[in-house]
């Protein structure tokens, strides 16, 4: 089976089980999309798919290839081109595990932000399990001890490792499941943090929008 498609499964799963709020149409967004590696698979779903990425040739692509989907960019620091409450779902793949720690947060507000009251964000993120499962290792600097102990770690990639659009700051970010409960929970209501079902690497963390 194909990478994209065992990370959209799991999505749609927790998707199916933690709900919008939706009656009629349900936005969907895909943030940090690149060519739509996972999007494609949401197609024949009825939902309505916007993107958005900080590449502006990843944009280009999905327009070109995609052209039931809302295309769109941003920049590397929040804010959306979208208004409050528009969106029923917002998820994200292998977009904060590469945000510096400082982005992390404000990612996460601006989520909430665009999110309808109720609305689920689905994001995921790297911990001791895709650590010992080697996930992008070879940028890492830390121990999974380290890891363990700290809740948080984040590694600068070098130079060639960074992606068009990212800036400066972009590299390799790790976090327990205790410290995303911890620190994710004062922004919005953490409903489940589901470990490794990401492609058997990465962990997926369910976000609900529970006030403004
Ligand atoms: C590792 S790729 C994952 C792409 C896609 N989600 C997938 O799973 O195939 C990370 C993507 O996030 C985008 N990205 C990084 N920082 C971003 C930001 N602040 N806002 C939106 N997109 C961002 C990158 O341009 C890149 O397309």
Redesign the pocket.
Known sequence: MAA?RR?YLPIKQAMQKFGGPSKGETRVL??????????QYFLSDPVTLYT????ET?REYIAKNFPDVHAGS????PPLGFKDSFFDVVY????W???APE?QIP?LREVKRVLKPGGIALITTIGPYGYQRGTHLQAVSFGLNELVSTGFQYSEYPPHFK????GNK?GATYQTPEYLRREWSKVMQVEDIQVGVIDNLNDLVVLRKVST
């Open positions: 994209g990370c895909d943030l940090g999309a690149g060519v739509g590696r996972v999007m958005s990425d900080v590449d990843a941003n920049n590397f620091a994200a793949v292998s977009v595990t590469h945000l982005l990612w992606s068009p659009g990212t972009y």
